[in-house]
């Protein structure tokens, strides 16, 4: 009797991730299309085919479940992102394979990430968090290349900040494809505008442990 009522508890606890997980899809679909302020609840509800009162089952809020939305966003790019960093390849290769992440999940899930920007405080902070780490990624990429002399000494942290931004902004160049914006992100990354032309004194920099630049706009 106790092992039926164990397995019943088991199961219902499945059900409620699979309904949980359907209702996380859901939402993401019309985040991405709508943005965080356009969407409503109802929305999301009829999205994922079950009634408004079922979603506040799950969620006490919009904004909670945006907070889940995005959270698992960000997981699943850490997820890949660390599998990119498995492959081999030279410092161009290893580069494009983690920008090739970054730019379509930005591209996705542009709009909601835009209301980072302007929404309430809670959001910001979640991609402020997050972004250090999808950084340490790229970070990790860069000081490789520059032991193996593949890259000049430049802070890293500030190299990485500088190719999370420029992925920001080339998908708003919606005539671009992702692989094209990942293209010229690393490009630009490694060879700049002016090809050729010396590096002003004083850009070659290398911050000192733990001391930080002064923060950017985008993404805020």
Do not use: C
Request: aromatic fraction near 6%.
């Amino acid at each position: 009797m106790e092992q039926r009522t164990d397995d019943k508890s088991s199961g219902e606890e499945h059900w409620r991730d699979v309904r949980r997980n359907n209702l996380l899809d859901a939402a993401g679909r019309i985040f991405a299309r709508q943005g965080y302020d356009s969407a409503s609840v109802d929305d999301i509800a009829f999205e994922a085919g079950i009634g408004k009162a079922t979603v506040y089952r799950y969620f006490s809020s919009k904004e909670a479940l945006f907070e889940a939305v995005f959270a698992q966003t960000l997981d699943d790019l850490e997820v890949r992102l660390d599998s990119a960093l498995l492959r081999e390849g030279n410092f161009r290769e290893r580069l494009t394979y983690l920008v090739a992440e970054i730019v379509p999940t930005v591209r996705t899930h542009l709009s909601t990430i835009r209301d980072l920007n302007e929404g309430e405080n809670s959001k910001r902070r979640i991609f402020r968090r997050r972004r250090g780490a999808i950084a340490q990624r790229l970070i990790t990429v860069i000081e490789e290349a520059q032991r193996r002399g593949e890259a000049r000494i430049y802070d890293a942290d500030m190299a990485a900040r500088l190719l999370i931004g420029m992925a920001w902004i080339g998908v708003g160049a919606d005539y671009l494809s992702d692989i094209e914006v990942t293209r010229d992100v690393v490009d630009m990354a490694l060879n700049g505008i002016a090809q050729g032309r010396p590096v002003p004194e004083g850009r070659v920099t290398r911050l000192e442990p733990g001391r930080r630049g002064r923060k950017g706009r985008a993404p805020s």
